[in-house]
């Protein structure tokens, strides 16, 4: 991987020539101006003119975007760093492992080693301020002969991603300049601005589903181990105008305290200098959180994760706001009082995208400049945080046994394990074992263990402090995996191996594997049998099996984007599923049993099902929902035998709109001091003589989030035991849901509804409940 980027980095390098061109010359207005944004192939152009003009700088090629587009990064640094590139790597790889570097080799390294920083820019592709201050500060550091940016060329190496989602740069500009003019201006599209998984491509830094994460994570981060990652972000408009670490609690457990008070000071260092240069509405400590690993991937590399939140405009169009609209509630602060950690309040007037482009352009320089003057220290806290890593001692290490119910989950968890550079070894048994004593050895623990989420309620009794994020990531958990926490070593071999894939007469329904091949059986026209009994598969017939067909699946595309669609598509994609995806019209144009077997509705709530965008949000082309003639024609498939799914947000249409008959005990939203369930691990009983439990144990911890509970008399698959609900996360008001059901397989007509109380495809992780959802899909 390393040589491969050398390589290209050694095709793309040019000797200094023209003039560095100026942002204005190149994209023909200034950056930042109102009712400007850019196209990727002109952000792409542009860094590669720099390189030609410039020797501070070296972009390269990672890889394609999901799309299909150059997803290209820029190392910046002074001349003489940018020859030695390899050099430094190695530095940083020595760094990065205290078991290769001796101590007395580490001092002289944290003297000839540079600060690493990556930037990257704009994963939030409506957040478009970062990718536009992306180029006027290249521009700027190449040109502007001052100390500071001497001092950081000098003791950095900046490692800058104009954009970690540049498929969505284009999808906002293209929407952006169709509405421009009209009363739709400054929307956001109404589709999702990563293909597959929209705004959720910031919660993918550990499960890595998708390609810009894998990119970012192989080429960058582990080759680099940067020192410091600033991911730049923007937020809403009514409140703070930008966020800046310290975060607020909880912070994970397993966060070296060394990088947590690096974060409070680079943080607090960048409030410093915005408001010495004039800039009101600095925020710290507030808002976000460090609990789940979904963003904070170098937190557990030993690297910072620094990350500024900008007020947005309305993407490119000013927004003028009065006092009276600047929010009174802020998680840790009130955007309306001075408190020491909001000093200067703005209290309203015009924001622009220059404003956000000239608040991000001192936090960067800011950051950068600080970790040059302490470039020393940071280098010497990195290879401080290893050694704390490897001295880690408890518990030992964990083990993955060779006996598994689901050996293809169980390959991916290994595999996804060492994709972030776990050193996962072999046991005299086939089993896998991880100790604990290694540089990562805290990511591990982090991903295999159980998450205990404080209890943090706003008052006693009262209603709970909503996490940024979800609570839980137990990987074990939820892939159907079983990891045992080792408090003895535990011997071991070799590196681990993966074992063959699935192959032979029978393909178990618990092998998340098996699906796959099912699926390629079934594309390349080839018949598959089940038996009844196990619902393992064959692709040869078997006495008292039968032939199954290829289910006519159609999934459910709202105007207003949905990610869980988005990961929907991906997992039916990831396991070959042929899939229709269908529109409002489609839907109430009727006679859907002709087209479909099943139709999933993913999760939604059933107002926005019914409604949609209202007549006035959006141009009358994405307006509007199923309605009413849509609810009827849902009906009438099921009636005719089609079979629906509706996951998690959307079962509760199934209740309200379709008549399914049961009861749900659980309370809206407005109320969580009595039940809340923000994203964690809830313990399940699964009747397992149900079709839709084929390959899933009788007892599983499935994925809740604000998920729905039933009284009912309809067929029940699962259903919460009647206490010790919590398996992994948080969860307030168990007594709410004990006892009840959280799938229904309801009977209607001749087909079937089927209502999840739950996320069986999570994330691209719920490998476990990803059975259930399979079933479901091909009964
Ligand atoms: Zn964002």
Not at 111 to 128: D, F, M, R, W
Not at 281 to 292: L, M, Q, S
Request: glycine content about 8%.
């Amino acid at each position: 991987m390393l040589r491969r980027i050398l390589v290209s980095f050694a095709l793309l390098v040019a000797p200094a020539v023209a003039a560095v061109p100026t942002p204005k010359s190149y994209f023909g207005h200034e950056i930042g101006e109102d009712r400007t944004v850019l196209d990727w192939a002109k952000v792409v152009g542009y860094f590669q003119e720099l390189q030609k003009s410039s020797d501070r700088i070296r972009v390269a090629e990672l890889g394609k975007s999901t799309e299909g587009r150059p997803f290209i990064a820029a190392t910046i640094a002074d001349p003489e760093t940018l020859k030695h590139l390899d050099h430094y790597i190695d530095i940083q790889k020595r760094l990065a492992d205290p078991r290769i570097t001796p101590a007395a080799e580490a001092e002289k390294l944290f003297l000839e080693g540079k600060a690493v920083v990556l930037i990257t820019c704009s994963i939030h592709a409506t957040e478009i301020a970062a990718t536009h201050t992306a180029v006027e500060f290249a521009y700027r550091i190449l040109t502007e002969d001052n100390p500071h940016y001497k001092a950081i060329l000098q003791n950095t190496i900046v490692l800058l991603v104009p954009s970690l989602n540049p498929d969505g740069v284009d999808i906002v500009t293209r929407w952006y300049r169709k509405t421009l003019g009209t009363p739709f201006e400054g929307t956001a599209p109404p589709e999702l601005y990563h293909h597959y998984v929209g705004h959720d491509n910031n919660r993918d830094w550990y499960i890595f589903s998708q390609v810009e994460t894998r990119l970012t994570i192989a080429q960058l981060h582990n080759v680099w181990h940067p020192q410091i990652v600033y991911d730049v972000h923007q937020q809403g408009a009514n409140a703070s105008r930008l966020y800046v670490p310290p975060w607020l609690d909880p912070a994970e457990p397993n966060i070296d305290p060394i990088l947590m008070q690096e974060m409070n000071m680079y943080g607090s260092a960048i409030a410093a200098d915005l408001t010495a240069a004039g800039k009101t509405g600095v925020a710290i400590h507030a808002i976000y959180d460090f609990w789940t690993p979904s963003r904070h991937y170098q937190a557990f590399h030993g690297g910072l994760r620094i990350l500024t939140e900008a007020a947005s405009a309305r993407i490119a169009s000013p927004i003028t706001l009065g006092a009276d609209q600047i929010s009174n509630t802020g998680l840790g602060y009130n955007p309306r009082e001075r408190s020491w950690n909001y000093l200067e309040p703005w209290m309203g007037g015009t924001w622009t995208l220059r404003d956000i482009c000239d608040y991000e352009m001192i936090a960067w320089d800011s950051l950068l400049y600080n970790a040059a003057l302490h470039k020393t220290e940071l280098l010497r806290n990195f290879y401080r945080v290893g050694q704390r890593q490897i001295e880690r001692s408890k518990p030992w290490g964990f083990v993955i046994s060779a006996k598994q119910r689901d050996p293809g989950a169980t390959r991916k968890l290994i595999e996804t394990l060492r994709f972030g550079q776990v050193e996962v070894h072999r046991g005299s048994d086939g089993s896998a074992v991880i100790p604990m004593h290694q540089p990562y050895g805290g990511w591990a623990k982090s991903l295999l263990e159980v998450q205990h989420y404080p209890n943090d309620l706003l008052y006693p009794g009262g209603p709970p402090k909503q996490p940024y994020d979800v609570t839980a990531n137990t990987l074990p958990m939820l892939m159907g995996v079983e990891v045992r926490a080792a408090d003895q070593p535990v011997p071991f071999a070799g590196e681990w191996t993966a074992p063959n894939p699935v192959s032979g007469p029978t393909l178990p329904a618990a092998d998340t594997d098996s699906w796959s091949v099912v699926n390629a059986a079934w594309k390349a026209g080839k018949p598959v049998w089940r038996d009844p009994a196990s619902g393992d598969f064959s692709l040869a017939a078997r006495p008292g099996w039968a032939e199954h067909k290829q289910p006519r699946i159609g999934l459910y595309q709202p105007w207003q984007s949905n990610m869980d669609e988005g990961w929907t598509r991906w997992l039916l994609e990831s396991f070959g599923f042929v899939y229709t995806t269908i529109r409002n019209a489609d839907i109430q144009r009727g006679g859907l049993r002709q087209r479909f077997d099943a139709i999933i509705l993913a999760d939604q709530n059933a107002n926005s099902i019914e409604n949609g965008f209202g007549r006035n949000a959006m141009p009358e082309e994405y307006t509007g929902g199923l309605e009413t003639a849509g609810a009827a024609a849902l009906k009438e498939f099921a009636n005719a035998g089609g079979n629906l799914i509706l996951l998690n947000g959307a079962s509760q249409y199934a209740i309200s709109r379709l008549g399914v008959p049961a009861k749900t005990v659980t309370p809206d939203r407005e109320r969580p001091e009595l039940y809340y369930s923000p994203g964690s691990l809830l313990n399940m009983r699964v009747d397992t003589s149900s079709p839709l439990a084929y390959g899933v144990p009788a007892e599983i911890a499935a994925w809740s989030e604000h998920s729905a509970a039933w009284e009912t008399q309809l067929p029940v698959v699962a259903r919460y035991p009647d206490s010790g609900i919590l398996a992994s996360g948080w969860l307030v008001g168990e007594k709410v849901i004990a006892g009840h059901a959280s799938l229904i397989d309801a009977p209607v007509g001749n087909g079937h509804v089927v209502l999840f109380g739950m996320r069986p495809q999570y994330r691209a992780q719920s490998y476990l409940t990803f059975k259930l959802f399979f079933n479901a899909l091909i009964r």
